[in-house]
């Protein structure tokens, strides 16, 4: 709670967007890496999302390489009694619910969608020294990893 009687400037630190990459513009960095043209990689990139979208429709969670899994969750309108009851009624509403991969070393979860490292800037640009975090190493000793199910691990 903010105190009137004693008011301290704080800081902290919060990650800021440099902007939108859109799927054309994806569509270009992969076709500089291949023999793919842009065209061809936004067609392959667009029959993905179909296919994503439709067995999604057709009740499959869907694992997306690298980042996670996809599903379906109904928003209810609550419970009932019995068996007879429970219905498609119930449902108000369907939202997209994304799981992110991860593997879990030492305990901790290692997010697959995370770079290895990111560089802290301040707003006017500059960076500062000791501004790089790391996301923990890596690598791996046996027996000391598990992979996360699309984050279902609690």
Known sequence: MFDKENPKTVYS???????????????NQIAAESSATPGDVK?????????????????????????????IRFITSGT??????????LIVGLVPTFNPSFKLINKKRIYDLLPDKITLVKY?????????????????????SEEGGGGSLI
Do not use: C, M, W
């Not at 179909?50 to 690298?66: D, F, S, T």
């Not at 009932?80 to 009624?89: G, L, P, Q, R």
């Open 13 to 27: 630190v919060q990650p800021v967007s440099y902007g939108l990459l859109t799927t054309d513009d994806v569509a």
């Open 43 to 71: 067609n392959v990139l667009d029959r993905y999302a179909y296919y994503v979208k439709e067995n999604l429709k057709k009740g499959y969670n869907i694992q997306l390489l690298g980042f996670g899994n996809l599903s």
């Open 80 to 89: 009932v009694k019995t068996e007879a009851e429970a219905t498609a009624k």
């Open 124 to 144: 006017n640009g500059t960076v500062p020294a000791d501004s790089t975090v790391e996301t923990p190493d890596n690598s791996e000793d046996p027996g000391t």
